[in-house]
């Protein structure tokens, strides 16, 4: 399985912000919204092996959410960010009475999390690595077929954030010289996978 874990800083938890304004009040939803849809959105094909969770961090008025985006199951994902920022906004929106897990659509189930304690579990699976520009390129690292990639959304980690996954040890991975945008991260990362398990190592 692959999966992708990206750290959501500054988009409302509560799902409080409007679909006019997503890299505003939405809090760069925009770019949250891309990632998704570019993840699992190939040219003509859903990619069903992926895995995908995103950690709102903590936004007054309700605590940090996580939304877990499983290949296998979704629907009602479109390329375009509007549609797919829909999806989650209303997901987060159900998410708010909530005190466990809910499939708010098919394939995307909302609840509550304790954001540190949700992190260290990811920093410490197996295959995990943290795409970083600070990281050794892809090719030094063994990756077998379980793969965990973290990353941030438009921000970088908190400093928490990474210091946890720096006392975890989690390696480091750069796509390359220069900063990308978490979406283009995610394009180029399930490219390293792709041509990896097309050369049958991964
Ligand atoms: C938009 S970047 C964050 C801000 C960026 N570090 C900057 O200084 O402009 C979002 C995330 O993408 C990942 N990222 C960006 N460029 C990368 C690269 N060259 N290699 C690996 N990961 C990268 C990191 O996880 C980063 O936190």
């Known amino acids: 399985v692959r ?3 990206l750290l959501v800083h500054r988009v409302p938890a509560s799902g409080a912000f409007t679909l006019n304004d997503l890299a505003g009040g939405g809090g760069r939803m925009d770019e ?37 985006i499983q290949g296998e199951r979704i629907r009602f994902l479109h390329p375009d960010e509007r549609s ?5 906004k209303n997901a987060l929106v159900r998410a708010i009475p909530m005190e466990q897990d809910v499939e708010a659509s ?5 609840g509550p999390i304790d954001p540190v304690a ?7 699976a197996p295959g995990a690595v943290w795409l970083t520009e600070a990281g050794v390129a892809p090719e030094s690292l063994p990756l ?3 793969t965990v990639a973290i990353l941030g959304d438009a921000d970088d980690p908190t ?11 989690v390696p480091k991975v750069s796509l ?11 394009d180029v990362w399930q490219n390293v996978l792709d041509r990896r398990a097309a050369a049958g190592s991964g």
Request: aromatic residues 4%; glycine residues 6%.
């Open 144 to 146: 077998g077929e379980e």
């Open 159 to 169: 400093p928490a954030e990474q210091e946890i996954l720096e006392r975890a040890g």
């Open 32 to 68: 949250v919204a891309r990632c998704v849809s570019t993840a699992f959105l190939a040219s003509n094909e859903l990619r069903r092996e992926l895995e995908m969770t995103l950690l709102f961090a903590p936004t007054p008025p309700v605590g940090a959410r996580r939304i877990r």
């Open 106 to 110: 098919p394939g995307l189930v909302v």
């Open 84 to 88: 797919t920022a829909a999806l989650l």
């Open 118 to 124: 949700e992190l260290t579990r990811w920093a410490a």
């Open 3 to 5: 999966r992708i874990i």
């Open 176 to 186: 390359g010289p220069r900063s990308l945008r978490a979406s283009q991260c995610v």
